[in-house]
T-cell receptor, first 116, second 113 residues
Framework: EPEVTQTPSHQVTQMGQEVILRCVPI?????FYWYRQILGQKVEFLVS????????KSEIFDDQFSVERPDGSNFTLKIRSTKLEDSAMYFC??????????????FGPGTRLTVL | GEDVEQSLFLSVREGDSSVINCTYT??????LYWYKQEPGAGLQLLTY?????DMKQDQRLTVLLNKKDKHLSLRIADTQTGDSAIYFC?????????????FGAGTRLAVHP
């Protein structure tokens, strides 16, 4: 069964460093998402992406964050200058795009980001 | 604003039924979802229900929706130790033609012999 994959599973970085989290969505899906879950807190929406542009972003997704689909398979989240409070589990998701009201999102296993 | 609330913990005996409850705020939500997260794993889609339904059954899982009270529940029949996980309720919010999921905090289900 097709699934969303994410790499790495765990990333440790120093505060102020740039990180890139990678995702391979399900191959025929057209919509892509990033969510994050700070330890002990809710899963929060960060950004959605369609047709090579951001369709919606939350207030968390500030200028330090960017997303890109560099080729036909990868979808990346970049944090330019990491802060301690960016430590979280980051989930990538994708959906078919059959119709916005019926689109089910499928999630990857997550990347745990630890900022020291 | 948009919010989804769940109780944080549920403990059941193996073989009993588990009922996990959720309340949501946005009456325009079209789909409501249940995701399961096992330790160290991602979010696995369990089931979903369309807002014009009041019940959906899928093998051991039964989803009940009370749209008037904005209350959603997930019943797991014959709960097994493999069902131990965190269960997230999520509502769909649609804006500008795109949807995003609003999650509850998750209910940790512990199944004991």
């Amino acid at each position: 069964e097709p699934e969303v994959t994410q790499t790495p599973s765990h990333q440790v970085t120093q505060m102020g460093q740039e990180v890139i989290l990678r995702c391979v969505p399900i191959s025929n899906h057209l919509y892509f998402y990033w969510y994050r879950q700070i330890l002990g807190q809710k899963v929060e929406f960060l950004v959605s992406f369609y047709n090579n542009e951001i369709s919606e972003k939350s207030e968390i997704f500030d200028d330090q964050f960017s997303v890109e689909r560099p080729d036909g398979s990868n979808f990346t989240l970049k944090i330019r200058s990491t802060k301690l409070e960016d430590s979280a589990m980051y989930f990538c998701a994708s959906s078919e795009g059959r119709g916005w009201s019926t689109d089910t999102q499928y999630f990857g296993p997550g990347t745990r980001l630890t900022v020291l | 604003g948009e919010d989804v609330e769940q109780s944080l913990f549920l403990s059941v005996r193996e073989g009993d039924s588990s009922v996990i409850n959720c309340t949501y705020t946005d009456s325009s939500s079209t789909y409501l979802y249940w995701y399961k997260q096992e330790p160290g794993a991602g979010l696995q889609l369990l089931t979903y229900i369309f807002s014009n339904m009041d019940m959906k059954q899928d093998q051991r899982l039964t989803v009940l929706l009370n749209k008037k009270d904005k209350h959603l529940s997930l019943r797991i029949a014959d709960t097994q130790t493999g069902d131990s996980a965190i269960y997230f309720c999520a509502e769909t919010l649609v804006s500008g033609g795109y949807n995003k999921l609003i999650f509850g905090a998750g209910t940790r289900l512990a199944v004991h012999p």
